[in-house]
């Protein structure tokens, strides 16, 4: 949600794609900016190093040892992986003449942790269930939270 919250922030809004056509069409479209994947990865850097510090109390039922790990380059592989899956799916959807804000199930809901879990596995590896877990969950809370967005004002579209 970081790339919604942060875009009425005008630092860096040019499009990923600067515009670019692919046989006659956007590549990913002008809602996909570097601003976005800016505020994405620093976000998910910000979250998951905030996750590791307070996460001492309740090593036990952790799925990664943040001792372990970087958490830095961890938060930057799964925030950019997230926005790779995002603008991976927007240009399929740009391919099959799909207009943005459009609800396309299932990859409206997938695709972010699809590119995480592609990301991530570069440095840390997850059991499968663990990540068929999560491409679940997502199917279920990416709706919700889109909706929820929507009724917050950070989105004009429902899903």
């Known amino acids: 949600m970081a790339p919604v919250v942060f875009k009425w922030v005008p630092f860096l809004n ?36 905030w996750q590791a510090s307070i996460a001492g ?19 930057f ?13 927007s240009f399929f959807k740009r391919r099959h003449q799909i207009k943005p804000g459009i609800y396309w199930f299932p990859w409206d809901q997938i695709d972010w942790i699809v590119g995480t879990i592609i990301f991530m596995s ?11 877990s999560a491409i679940m969950l997502a199917l279920f809370f990416h709706p919700f939270f889109n909706y929820l967005g929507y009724i917050l004002r950070f989105k004009k579209n429902k899903f």
């Open 57 to 75: 109390s309740a090593s036990e039922w952790l799925i990664i040892d943040y001792s372990q790990i970087n958490v830095f380059l961890l938060g």
């Open 77 to 89: 592989l799964m925030g950019f992986g997230a926005l790779f899956g995002d603008v991976a799916r």
């Open 14 to 49: 040019y499009p990923v794609d600067f515009n670019k056509k692919y046989k006659g069409q956007a590549i990913f479209g002008p809602h996909k900016t570097i601003r976005g994947f800016f505020f994405g990865v620093i976000s998910s850097i910000a979250f998951l190093y």
């Open 122 to 132: 570069f440095y840390v590896r997850l059991p499968w269930h663990m990540l068929l």
